[in-house]
């Protein structure tokens, strides 16, 4: 009897064989599949006088071919890849958009000062003024259309991080109903491993892990805990935590991680601790390249505004008027955080020195005990001092502080983005040809009578603006005998007399600075007056020509041109350095993948091999039945 | 080593993408004729090439400055050409008039055309660009800086007036080089030295000139001396005229010049941005057959072992 059961043995095995090998056909392309196999053992022997005897065979186990360490590995890896793809994904945008030449802010830039040199040619010329207003027209609209792009861009951010936290829920959700189901599993399976459902819950993990990196612990029942950040729990056993996208309570326009703790509350994820995955990967190019560049080309819209105005203040219009402001600028709100507990509210406006001093970082001022701090986001460089405006002029950041009214709190803070909104607020003040001032208030004349050699320059208005409530008053140098020194008469300048003249040296009164050349005689009058009816100086407007290759900003290490230029290549190195380390990454993915696959993968040509392997087990089990079916059939004949 | 038939898909695949970006790239260069499509492939470059393109363009503008300094000039001088002809048929009239063998009668006819040369002159002094506006006025363009007729002069004494002032204005033609496009009145008209420590203009000489022919009590010595004075005030007169002259033909030699620098520079810069930016076609198309010779070979390739399997003989 002992050979029937032994054959249906061997059929029965041979047939769990061709089971599993179909199992490894079918799933062969099947993600996270890992392939099966048979682990098959002899049945116990039965002793006889003539020793043991064979008694056949049986499936201890389907085996899953899996390596903890390599799967690890591909995750490891995989959640940098994912981070890099997701961050090249982000700033391409930003490279393309800085791309094309003709469409960045460069060419507007040169347009405008061409602009301003065709009125110093034609400055009485209206065409040639209106020409001058199309291109700041112009330049304000790329600005505008610059920062509109990034803000889309910005806006594509804050989406994405709500979906992928959606995504990482799901992830979670079902990660916990596995851990459920497996645990089920074991208990009613015997100790058999539900290999089917550890892949299923391997790859949910692989998944999630895409979107942001996690650390796993494996427990004894067989679970699995998951972890981001730091260790904060996304799933323990079949408890799973919920994420939620917030608005971040420093920076509402900011769509940040925050987690559940219970009873509705939600606390923020602090960015630093979202790493990897492509959550990861959004939020450092927020945090590093979005910021940034956006804040740049604010800087760079700011500047130009603020240095365009202060000399156009200085100057005076087709009508006669003084300049006004060219351009308008939006100054940097302060945001209270959510969280403030005080009343305080804070307002700023752009320093004196705004063009040169102004960083592309955005800043933390906040309050504790009678002190308050600013902080430079960009390097965390620090200044405390007892007011708000205290604390601005002593980092001189190009914004000063006030507090317009309440009490701040111990603990409050506010954010301050001065450049944030440069490049989108900025605007073409005038639309009046007309306005544009081309000419300086004042002009200078010698006397016709002089006989000397003395020759006056056509003089400077001072900065900065406002100019000198006397700049137009009317005032004579008159040469004394011998004409070593001058007396000077006109309101506004105290009438010194007796200065001594040296030939080409500053003279300044009324916030006008003039030089005397050559060698006045005595009795010689120059005059500095209104410039009434002036219409054909272009002073003015050539000061504003000189602006555009001037090194104005950046502490006076940088031209509008240059700080453009240093975006571009900042983006342009950020690109290239995300591509070559995604590249690197994505080849470690593919590395660890391969030795995964090479252990785990299923091998088509082997399963076909296995196939005719269990195929002919079964055949030949089949033969043994059938043999010894045959020889019972030979005992009974005998007796028949 | 076990090779799975997943990674034998992915690796084919993995490989003809990679190659097939490469190629995308490349075809992208070549069509745009750039070497650098976005600032990720130089960011280097990428920078360089914008500063490069703004000094091109603040050269072009320079140029531009030099065209119109150079027209505003050159109108300026044949004005001036105009009146330094006009003074020296005036010194011609004085000497003419100056002869003593004339009758008072017969010099009539010097002061009937010095009438006409004054008003002819006040023209020039008066006289506006191709946008209205008038040239020797310094910066009070807008209206005509000379006035007051001969009779006037010679009938109330004193000289013209002159409404507008010293200004000056100048025009950019060089990062550093600021050029004078215009000369106010007072210094071509005016101040001229009468030879006694004071000064008048050259319109009140020649109605001085003027109201001695005309005098008929003026003769002998005493029209003489007149006569000789109003010749070294026109004298004078005429150098003024072509000292401004010469400073206009050497402010036009300078633009000149500087318009040479210019053009040179604006060939280097257009090189430069070249070499910056724009593709070794030779380089790029080799490139690009090589990759497809590539590509051609990894398809092949993939499509060749992809058909091998076992069950093609069960």
């Known amino acids: ?640 | 080593m076990r090779i799975s038939t997943n990674m034998q898909f992915d690796s084919g695949v993995a490989s003809m993408n990679r190659q097939l970006s490469t190629l995308v790239h490349l075809q992208q260069q070549i069509a745009s004729g750039r070497r650098i499509l976005t600032p990720a492939d130089d960011p280097v470059a990428a920078a360089r090439v914008l500063e490069v393109q703004q000094a091109a363009d603040v050269m072009a503008q320079f140029r531009v400055n030099h065209d119109n300094a150079r027209s505003t000039l050159e109108l300026e001088e044949t004005q001036l050409d105009s009146a330094s002809e006009l003074l020296i048929r005036a010194k011609e009239l004085a000497i003419t008039a100056s002869n003593g063998t004339l009758t008072f009668a017969q010099r009539q006819a010097a002061a009937t055309e010095l009438r006409a040369r004054y008003n002819q002159l006040m023209g020039i002094a008066n006289s506006a660009d191709g946008t209205g506006q008038f040239m020797f006025a310094g910066y009070q363009s807008a209206s005509p800086p000379f006035s007051r007729t001969i009779d006037d002069l010679i009938t109330n004494g004193g000289d013209v007036n002159y409404a507008g002032d010293d200004g000056q204005r100048r025009l950019q033609v060089s990062a550093t080089r600021y050029i004078e496009v215009a000369d106010p009145g007072t210094g071509v008209f005016m101040g001229i030295d009468d030879g006694t420590g004071g000064s008048q203009s050259i319109f009140k000489t020649i109605a001085d000139l003027v109201g001695a022919i005309e005098d008929p009590g003026n003769t002998g010595a005493a029209f003489s001396a007149d006569v000789a004075a109003a010749l070294g005030n026109i004298n004078r007169g005429l150098d003024d005229v072509l000292r401004v002259r010469a400073a206009i033909g050497s402010r036009l030699n300078e633009i000149d010049s500087l318009s040479t620098t210019a053009d040179d520079m604006a060939v280097q810069y257009e090189q430069a941005l070249s070499t910056l930016r724009d593709l070794d076609y030779a380089k790029a198309t080799s490139d690009l057959e090589r990759t497809l010779a590539g590509l051609e070979a990894a398809q092949k390739s993939f499509a060749q072992t992809s058909q091998l399997s076992l069950f093609n003989y069960l």
Do not use: C
């Open chain 1, 1 to 640: 009897m002992s050979t029937l059961s032994i054959g249906i043995s061997g059929l029965t095995a041979a047939n769990i064989g061709l089971a599993t090998t179909s199992h490894n056909i079918a799933n062969a392309s099947t993600a996270g599949y890992n392939r099966q196999v048979l682990v098959q053992g002899t049945n116990l022997p039965v002793l006889t006088g003539a020793g043991f005897i064979g008694q056949g065979t049986h499936v201890e186990t389907v085996r899953r071919v899996y390596d903890q360490f390599l799967s690890r590995q591909v995750l490891s890896a995989q959640a940098s890849a994912s981070a890099m793809d997701s961050y090249l994904g982000q700033i391409r945008q930003i490279d393309n958009l800085l791309a094309d030449a003709s469409s960045g802010v460069s060419p507007a830039l040169s347009a405008f000062f061409a602009g301003v040199q065709q009125v110093t040619a034609y400055p009485t010329s209206i065409p040639a003024r209106q020409a001058m207003l199309s291109a700041s027209e112009s330049l304000v609209a790329r600005f505008q259309a610059l920062d509109q792009r990034l803000t889309e861009i910005r806006d594509g951010v804050n989406s994405q991080v709500m979906s992928e936290v959606a995504l990482i829920n799901s992830y979670a959700g079902q990660i916990a109903e596995l851990n459920q189901a497996i645990l089920l599993s074991r208990t009613g399976g015997l100790g058999q491993e539900p290999n089917d459902l550890l892949d299923q819950r391997d790859q949910l993990i692989a998944e999630l892990n895409k979107s942001v990196r996690v650390s796993t612990v494996e427990q004894n029942d067989g679970s699995i805990n998951v972890f981001i950040g730091s260790g904060q729990p996304l799933v323990v056993g079949n408890q799973r935590y919920t994420l939620k996208a917030i608005e971040s309570a420093e920076n509402p326009q900011r769509i940040v991680v925050g987690l559940e703790t219970g009873g509705g509350n939600v606390i923020e994820f602090p960015e630093s601790q979202i790493v990897g995955g492509t959550l990861g990967g959004l939020v450092a190019f927020r945090g590093e390249s979005l910021d940034n560049a956006q804040n740049a080309l604010g800087r760079v819209a700011i500047a130009l505004a603020l240095n365009v105005n202060d000399q156009h203040r200085l100057g005076m219009d087709l009508t006669g008027a003084l300049g006004g402001a060219y351009f308008s600028v939006a100054a940097p709100v302060p945001v209270p955080n959510d969280d403030n507990g005080g009343t305080a509210s804070i307002g700023a406006s752009f320093s004196a020195t705004a063009a040169s001093d102004l960083t592309a970082s955005d800043y933390r001022l906040s309050y504790a005990a009678g002190t308050y701090t600013l902080t430079r986001l960009s390097d965390n460089a620090n200044w405390t001092a007892g007011s708000a405006a205290a604390v601005a002029t002593a980092a001189a950041q190009g914004f000063d502080l006030t507090l317009n009214a309440g009490v701040p709190a111990n603990g409050d803070s506010f954010l301050i983005q001065p450049t944030r909104t440069g490049a989108q607020g900025i605007a073409v003040a005038i639309s009046d040809p007309r306005a544009i001032a081309a000419a300086a208030p004042m002009r200078t004349a010698k006397t016709l009578a002089n006989t000397g050699t003395g020759t006056i320059s056509a003089g400077n208005v001072d900065a900065p603006p406002p100019p000198n409530a006397n700049l137009q008053q009317t005032v004579t140098i008159t040469f004394n005998n011998p004409p070593t020194t001058f007396n000077v008469s006109g309101t506004g300048t105290g009438n010194p007399v007796n200065v001594p003249f040296t030939a080409g040296q500053d003279i300044q009164y009324n916030g006008w600075t003039i030089q005397i050349s050559g060698a006045p005689a005595a009795g010689d009058i120059f005059t500095i007056e209104a410039n009434n009816a002036g219409v054909a100086d272009n002073r003015n407007a050539i000061l504003l020509a000189a602006l555009q290759t001037a090194s104005t900003m950046a502490g006076g290490t940088a031209s509008y041109q240059s700080a453009y230029s240093q975006i571009v290549s900042e983006v342009g190195n950020k690109t290239r350095q995300v591509e070559t380390i995604g590249e690197a990454q994505t080849n470690l993915v593919t590395q660890a993948t391969a030795e995964r696959e090479q252990m785990s993968g299923v091998n088509l040509d082997e399963e076909a091999a296995n196939l005719l392997r269990y195929q002919q087990a079964y055949q030949a089990s089949a033969k043994v039945i059938q043999i010894a079916g045959s020889l019972f059939d030979d005992l009974l004949a005998i007796f028949g």
